[in-house]
C-alpha cells in the first residue's frame, strides 16, 4: 500500500542494498516488488559500503535529487548510520533492532509495522 502511493503521488524510490544486484533482484521478483523499485543500486556498486554514505549517495544520484530531500528506511544501524553520514534523513524500521538502538545511531523515528510508515513520512524533517 505504501509503494502504491508513492507511485501514485509520483515519489521517486530507489533499493539500496548492501546485497548482490543479481540477489536484490531475485527477492524483488519474487515478491513483486520489482514495479515499485526502478532503481537498484548494490554495494557491489560502491568502494565502502554501509556504515559509510557511498551507497545512499549512489542512490541520490540516480534518482536525480539532493541527498537531504531522500528518506532512508533502513533496519540495520550500518544502515542507519550510512544514511546519517550521507545527510539523509532515516527512519528505523524495528526488524532487527529495537527501536532505542536506531534512534541512538541516528534514525529520527523508527516504526514496526509498514502500516505506519505513510504517516511517518510524511512528519520526517527534509
Known amino acids: 500500500a505504501v509503494l502504491q502511493l508513492l507511485r501514485d503521488e509520483g515519489t521517486p524510490v530507489a ?11 531475485f527477492s524483488l521478483g519474487r515478491t513483486g516488488l520489482t514495479p515499485f523499485f526502478p532503481i537498484i543500486c ?4 560502491v568502494k565502502r559500503g554501509k556504515p559509510y554514505p557511498d551507497l ?4 541520490a544520484e540516480r534518482l536525480a535529487t539532493s541527498p537531504s530531500d531522500c528518506c532512508v ?3 540495520s544501524v550500518p544502515g ?7 545527510g539523509m534523513p532515516v527512519i528505523g524500521f524495528t526488524s532487527s533492532h529495537d527501536a532505542s538502538t536506531l534512534l541512538k545511531v541516528g534514525a529520527q523515528r523508527t516504526f514496526d509495522h509498514y502500516r505506519e510508515l505513510p504517516e511517518l513520512l510524511r512528519s520526517v524533517q527534509m
Open 56 to 59: 545512499f549517495l549512489l542512490a
Open 80 to 86: 542507519v548510520q550510512a544514511a546519517v553520514a550521507a
Open 15 to 25: 533499493v539500496a542494498s548492501s546485497g548482490r544486484p543479481d540477489k536484490i533482484r
Open 73 to 75: 528506511i533502513e533496519d
Open 42 to 45: 548494490s554495494a557491489t556498486e
